[in-house]
């Protein structure tokens, strides 16, 4: 249900208000009479008021008058433009439909006209003031003059819903009379003590079963809001599977002997100072080959792997290439291309590359290294020797092709040149040649 | 755990019983001998005790502690995964400290020389015991312990934590290499079910194919396994551990090589003979290498694991890697594949438990839409004594029944799978697996959605509050909760809100007899929908302990989903990026590809790339597979389709997020968060048409409630053609996905078609959204107001006019119809449509007056 406009204790104030008005009271006494509750809420009846003022036939004219009376008194002791029925009261001044002395009330209730008119019309009941009203007395001025000094000096609008301010009136006439019946007529009102007819009816029943319904709420456009469509269920359901069985480990390092381990380590400790006996260097292969972890814990670490090279160079190749699938082999391998050129680490790169497959890079960037080492060597005799070292070193490279010749075409042709008295020199750039 | 104490001598495990080297047994090393075969023959207290002994002697030693857990925990019946977790925590902390002290120690201790017998912490008390001079050298490494991490991950995995076992496995899987067989293999099998359980295709595939590379299960599909992975691990051996001669030259690996060196002695070989080594160049200038080169490459590229402690025989191996193909291929939607996939599952199954591969058929052919036969194989495989398999057989026959839109026989076997579980649960003893057995909250999130399909939205809510412990972190899951908060709005359940029948009608007063008879139309202005907007706590607790179905909860979850959404959708992107960063370091850096991922054998970044199109090509899932199954492109292909897949998905999820959150926005009369939600909704790209409607429409009713009129009349309009016309929103091939889907078996088809014509399913109502023409309808209907808002009544009685005629039955269309001739001041034609329209009830007034009209 909407709510309700009014409470219990105000429609029985209106229902009394409404009736008051026949009798011979003056309209200023039913005035004071009703405005003697302080918890009237003034905006609610007087909204209440308007709506039955809108249905011509609901209030009888001294009805009219009194309702009309309260929606001025309501909001007189403010400017007028300040009263939310201004606009309403001024329409109803202006209705050429109305009755005459209906709109003469209301502009008298406006003060139109004669600014100091005292309100001596109030001092008699509604019934007084049309009987005495007389039509040639009071002139109608144009709408326009009327808004403009009541409603100009109006605040502008305060923010209202659009759709809302939009809304009408809910109440609907549905005279229920015979059909070719005016409705309007008498006859059809309720006599006491008559046999009801059909089509009559009860104003009074009527008036208080509105009152009693009101509502704040007008009847505006409405809109329709879908609601969405529930999202399809397409791979939702869980479907069961039976699970894998995960048990809990035993951790079976557990106070394990590492003497084994310890062994390598020692040797590999060992073999990063100096070269291996022949017999500690096959200890050390054999054992990395029966465990394929243990490469992991022989603590030799990337730092440590130059020292390993020189000294060793057949264990680092053997670790290193244990170690391709390690997370750290790329460290490894940045090392041993950065580290100083030499015999040991060309033979250890010469191995891997038969091995297993080392990144491209890695290989471009050690032979470049190697080249310019050569340029770089002051001694002529060593010099000579690491010239002999590339040139062999490359040209294995290039029949197995592990390196692409294009890739480093002009570098090499550039250091066959410059070193082509030297015979493996040359006999690398006869091979460039043969592979153009 | 398996500890096969007869197997040591084959392998000679650097963590093995290493006595007979010394042979003197240390103290320790009996004690811990005899604790594990305490704890393999599941004698646990009498483990413990011996567990205590040997922690009174090795005080704090983490993985005594670690092992002393274990066997506790056994030994308690598996009560307190918990407090395990704790504890296992505790000795992986102790184990990391170590380590780190351990650690600087041996950098320290290197420099020094040979001194490296000073010993480390962790063994400052073993100094006592014999030998220990030596064998008490721990390195850094001895203390990561990868155990107690698979143990975790284990435990997490059982309590449905997947993404707390994910983030400790990921951690252990990025440096794998170095852990023993048995645990690497233990923590590849968990690793590849987390992964599946968080639906992580991509990840899982590169498992699987670590693990068939590195236990030496490749290419599972092209016969007897145990022989290639012996040969290859041949092969290594054979290279690495080929004697050594005294002489380095001669350390060649190949016979052919050597001869070579032979025939090719080259004059450069004895220009530089001053220096031994420089001999070995002689075996340098030498062709024929190739071969040697390319064996060397196989081996040592794939290095299998030879897996020397397996506590899994080969054959159970195979058929493990091939089920988790098989899942991993039903994940990503690949059905073709994981036909055939299943077959040879099937086939390598023969005369074992194949329980789990009749389960994965039954669920292929669940997918494919054969419902018949997947109930069929599932009466197959099941061993219905089983508390557990029973709950997973009734769950998976629910599945069936609601796909074939019986709901109301699917909630039976939802209800029966439940029960299941709960007698599962007073088991004893208790098994660990008992706690992942039990499914129940999975089996209730099927439930909620069963219900949500009955309509009963207050059971349903109560289903996904519960599932939501496993299902909190699924957008898809809190879009659910709101939509039962919605339903429950709809259907008048929350306190305050409409009755559906109050909802729909127009209440009418009539007041008074006869000529002074009055009808007072009530709910004049919009229906006052929302209930306790004002309630701060959303989540506000009912009597029955769950938080109150309302419209503000709605919008929580719907937050919640998107929030979800957003985050995945940005760690999607976040992972894209590095990738692409590394393929830029690939080709700058020295090329250390292993390092860009910490996936092993991951393929890289650049053959992604081309197989994207291939993706795309074959969105249909038709893949042309070469042979053996799961090379790499085949699988970056059915992964990236699969993506594509997740991808369109999150779309359609974020399009039912934003319209659902429009509408919750509107009926909690916040206009300016429906309009923000509504817009967001229309710039997703390739929103489906449905949405875009309700976008549109949503996006209108807030411009209007914002006194937007003309822009609200313009987002309608763009459905307009020429003056008053509008076109259908969308077409009936857009509401396919809604529809229930009726399956029919591919092999029934012709038998079952004219069964399947005149049965009319349970879920008629399943399809719960308007029909093109119905949409068409709203659209004018809501044209019609805005009009009437503007002022021009003629082009809303015209809209309203054919509102009307499409959408007879909306009161709200009557309503804008009625105030439209009011305004014209036609109440004449407001009454008697008032008095047509079937939504009108008409009720006497509160003064008893007995009129009924």
Redesign the interface.
């Known amino acids: 249900?909407?709510k309700k406009m009014l409470n219990f204790e105000e429609q029985c104030k209106i229902v009394n208000l409404l009736k008051s008005s026949s009798e011979q009271k003056s309209i200023e006494e039913t005035l004071t009479e009703f405005f003697t509750n302080p918890k009237l809420r003034h905006f609610n009846v007087c909204y209440s008021l308007s709506l039955l003022l809108q249905?011509k036939m609901?209030l009888s004219s001294t009805e009219r008058l009194v309702a009309f009376a309260i929606l001025h008194r309501s909001y007189s002791s403010q400017k007028s433009a300040a009263n939310p029925f201004i606009s309403f009261l001024v329409n109803a001044a202006c209705d050429e439909g109305a009755e005459n002395y209906e709109r003469a009330f209301i502009l008298h209730l406006l003060g139109f006209g004669n600014s100091n008119s005292s309100k001596e019309f109030l001092k008699q009941s509604a019934s007084e003031y049309i009987k005495k009203f007389d039509p040639s007395s009071q002139t109608f001025p144009q709408k326009e003059q009327l808004q403009k000094q009541y409603l100009e000096k109006a605040h502008p609008e305060p923010y209202a819903?659009?759709?809302?301010s939009?809304?009408?009136?809910?109440?609907?006439?549905?005279?229920?009379?015979p059909p070719g019946c005016d409705?309007?007529?008498a006859e059809?009102?309720?006599e006491p003590g008559a046999k009801s007819k059909?089509?009559?009816?009860?104003?009074d029943?009527?008036?208080?079963?509105?009152i009693?319904?009101?509502?704040l709420?007008?009847?505006?456009?409405?809109?329709?809001?879908?609601?969405?469509?529930?999202?399809?269920?397409?791979?939702?359901?869980?479907?069961?599977?039976?699970?894998?069985?995960?048990?809990?480990?035993?951790?079976?390092?557990?106070?394990?002997?590492?003497?084994?381990?310890?062994a390598v380590?020692?040797l590999i400790?060992?073999a990063l100072r100096g070269p291996l006996a022949?017999n500690q260097?096959?200890q050390v292969?054999?054992e990395?080959?029966?465990?394929?972890?243990?490469v992991?814990?022989c603590?030799l670490t990337p730092r440590?792997l130059p020292e390993l090279v020189e000294s060793n160079?057949?264990i680092a190749v053997?670790v290193l290439?244990?170690l391709?699938?390690?997370?750290e082999?790329?460290?490894y391998?940045?090392v041993l291309?950065n580290m100083d050129m030499s015999?040991?680490s060309m033979?250890v790169v010469?191995r891997l590359?038969?091995?297993?497959?080392l990144?491209?890079?890695?290989v471009r960037?050690y032979i470049t290294n190697c080249i310019s080492s050569c340029e770089n060597i002051k001694d002529k005799y060593m010099q000579n020797?690491l010239v002999?070292?590339v040139c062999?070193?490359l040209?294995?490279l290039i029949?197995?092709?592990i390196i692409d010749v294009k890739d480093l075409f002009i570098e090499v042709q550039a250091f066959c040149i410059e070193f082509s008295r030297i015979r493996?020199a040359a006999g690398l750039f006869r091979l460039l040649k043969t592979l153009e | 755990?398996d500890?096969r104490d007869s197997s040591p001598s084959s392998t000679?495990?650097?963590?093995?019983?290493?006595?007979d080297?010394?042979g003197v047994l240390?103290v320790?090393?009996a004690?811990?001998k005899d604790?594990?075969l305490y704890?393999?023959s599941r004698k646990f207290a009498e483990c413990v005790d011996v567990l205590n002994q040997?922690n009174s002697k090795?005080e704090n030693?983490p993985?005594?502690l670690?092992?002393i857990a274990?066997a506790e925990?056994?030994r308690d019946g598996c009560s307190d995964p918990k407090k395990l977790l704790e504890v296992l925590n505790n000795v992986k902390k102790r184990s990391e400290e170590l380590a780190l002290a351990s650690g600087e120690q041996?950098e320290s201790g290197?420099n020094i020389?040979?001194n490296?017998t000073s010993g480390s912490k962790g063994s400052g008390t073993t100094t006592s015991l014999p030998?220990s001079n030596?064998?008490?050298?721990?390195?850094a490494?001895?203390f990561v312990?990868s155990?107690?991490s698979?143990?975790i991950a284990?435990?997490w995995?059982?309590l449905h934590e997947y993404a707390k076992a994910l983030s400790v496995l990921e951690h252990v899987y990025?440096?794998i290499?170095?852990?023993?067989?048995?645990?690497a293999l233990?923590i590849c099998?968990?690793l590849l079910?987390v992964l599946l359980a968080c639906r992580d295709a991509s990840k899982s595939a590169d498992v699987l194919n670590y693990m068939e590379k590195a236990f030496g299960v490749g290419n599972v599909s092209q016969g007897e396994n145990g022989n290639t992975a012996s040969q290859q691990s041949l092969n290594?051996?054979g290279?690495?551990?080929s004697?050594?001669?005294?002489s380095?030259i001669s350390?060649v690996?190949c016979s052919d090589l050597a001869a070579s060196v032979n025939a090719s002695e080259s004059p450069?070989s004895r220009?530089?003979s001053e220096?031994p080594?420089?001999e070995?160049?002689s075996t340098?200038?030498?062709?024929g290498?190739?071969l040697?080169?390319h064996t060397?490459?196989t081996s040592?590229?794939d290095?299998p694991?030879?897996t020397v402690d397996r506590s899994i025989s080969g054959v159970d191996l195979k058929l493990?890697l091939q089920l988790y193909k098989v899942?991993l291929l039903l994940l990503t939607?690949n059905v073709k594949l994981a036909k055939r996939e299943v077959k040879h599952a099937m086939n390598i199954a023969r005369g074992r438990d194949s329980?789990?591969a009749l389960?994965?058929k039954a669920?292929l052919e669940?997918a494919r839409g054969n419902h018949r036969k997947a109930i069929k194989l599932l009466m197959a495989s099941s061993n219905r004594t089983d508390a557990?398999?029973s709950?997973?057989f009734n769950?998976?026959l629910?599945?069936i029944y609601?796909?074939l839109g019986k709901y109301h026989t699917s909630a039976v076997f939802f209800s029966k799978a439940l029960s299941n579980c709960s007698s599962l649960q007073k088991e004893k003893p208790l098994k660990?697996?008992t706690f992942?057995?039990d499914?129940s909250l999975?089996?209730t999130?099927?439930c909620g959605?069963q219900y949500?399909?009955c309509g009963k939205p207050l059971l349903a809510a109560h289903c996904f509050q519960k599932a939501s412990l496993v299902f909190y972190k699924r957008p898809?899951m809190w879009?659910?909760l709101a939509?039962c908060c919605?339903?429950a709005v709809?259907k008048g359940l929350v306190k305050g809100s409409w009755a559906p029948s109050d909802r729909s009608e127009v209440?009418v007063?009539?007041?008074?007899?006869?000529?002074?008879?009055?009808?007072?139309?009530?709910?004049?202005?919009?229906r006052n929908r929302h209930v306790d907007s004002v309630e701060r706590d959303v989540w506000a607790l009912g009597d029955d302990g769950q938080p109150k179905l309302s419209l503000p909860l709605a919008r929580q979850c719907l937050y919640n989903a998107l929030h979800l959404l957003n985050c995945s959708e940005l760690s999607n992107s976040k992972s894209i990026l590095p990738s692409d960063s590394s393929l830029e370091e690939n080709?700058l850096?020295?090329?250390?590809?292993?390092?860009n991922s910490n996936y092993?054998n991951l393929p890289s970044n650049d053959s992604k790339a081309s197989t994207m199109p291939a993706a795309l090509i074959n969105l249909n899932g038709d893949l042309k597979e070469p042979k053996g199954g799961t090379n790499q492109e085949g699988i970056q292909t059915f992964i990236s389709y699969y993506e594509d897949i997740c991808r369109r998905?999150n779309q359609?999820?974020k399009q039912?997020l934003l319209?659902?959150l429009a509408?919750v926005e509107?009926?909690l009369e916040n206009p300016l968060k429906a309009l923000s939600a509504a817009r967001a909704l229309l710039e997703l790209p390739g929103c489906s048409r449905?949405y875009v409607f309700?976008g549109h429409?949503?996006l209108a009713?807030a411009l209007?409630?914002l006194?937007k009129?003309k822009e609200a009349a313009e987002h309608l309009s763009i459905y307009l053609s020429g003056e008053s016309n509008i076109e259908l929103p969308f077409g009936l091939e857009d509401c396919e996905?809604?529809r229930v889907k009726k399956h029919i078996d591919c092999e029934e088809a012709n038998v079952g078609a004219a069964a399947a014509k005149n049965s009319s399913p349970e879920g008629l109502e399943d399809?719960?959204?308007?029909k093109p023409d119905e949409?068409r309808g709203?659209l004018y209907?809501?044209l019609?107001?805005?009009s009437?808002?503007q002022g021009d009544l003629e082009r809303?009685h015209h809209f309203v006019t054919q509102a009307l005629s499409l959408?007879p039955d909306?009161?709200?269309?009557t309503?804008?119809a009625?105030?439209?001739d009011?305004?014209l001041g036609k109440?004449q034609e407001?009454?008697s449509k008032?008095k047509h329209c079937s939504h009108v009830r008409f009720l006497p007034?509160?003064?008893q007056?007995n009129k009924s009209s």
């Open positions: 249900m909407g249905d609901m819903c659009l759709l809302k939009t809304a009408v009136k809910n109440v609907l006439a549905d005279p229920d009379v409705a309007n007529s059809f009102d309720l059909l089509g009559s009816g009860d104003r029943e009527a008036l208080s079963g509105l009693a319904n009101l509502s709420e007008g009847l505006i456009p409405h809109w329709i809001r879908p609601l969405p469509p529930r999202f399809p269920v397409d791979e939702e359901l869980v479907w069961l599977n039976p699970d894998n069985n995960h048990e809990l480990q035993w951790d079976q390092g557990m106070c394990a002997d590492t003497s084994r381990g310890a380590r020692d400790a060992k022949p260097q096959e292969l054999m990395l080959a029966n465990d394929p972890k243990l992991y814990h603590g440590k160079p057949l053997d290439i244990k391709i699938n390690s997370p082999i790329a460290e391998f940045t291309v015999l040991h033979e010469n590359t038969t091995a297993v497959e990144p491209k890079e890695f960037t020797r002999r070292l062999v070193f040209q294995s029949r197995n092709r493996e | 755990m500890l000679p495990n650097r963590d093995g019983n290493a006595g080297d010394d240390s320790t090393s004690l811990a604790a594990a704890f393999q040997l090795k030693d993985k005594v670690h092992n274990i925990f056994f041996v290197s020389g040979n490296i030998a030596c064998a008490s050298i721990i390195y490494d001895e312990s155990v107690a698979l143990n284990v435990i995995f059982y990025q440096n290499e170095p852990i023993d067989e048995t645990t233990h099998l968990l079910d290594v051996v290279k690495s551990s004697d050594p001669n005294s380095l350390d690996s450069l220009t530089l220096d080594l420089d070995m160049f340098l200038d030498i062709g290498q190739n040697a080169r060397g490459l040592a590229n290095l694991r030879i493990k899942r939607r329980s789990m389960f994965l669920q669940y557990a398999m709950s997973m769950n998976n629910g599945c609601y796909q660990l697996l992942s057995q499914k999975l089996i999130y099927n959605l949500l399909a898809l879009l659910r939509e919605l339903m709809e209440r007063s009539v007041i008074g007899k006869g000529r002074w008879r009055r009808l007072l139309i009530e709910n004049g202005t919009t080709e850096s020295d090329g250390a590809s292993s390092k092993k998905e359609m999820i039912a319209a659902n509408y509107l009926e449905i309700l429409v949503y009713e209007c409630l006194n009129p996905q809604w399809f719960m959204f308007l949409a709203t209907a809501n019609a107001a805005v009437a808002i809303a959408v909306s009161s709200e269309a309503m804008t009625i105030y439209v009011l305004m109440s407001a009454v008032l007034s509160n003064q007056f």
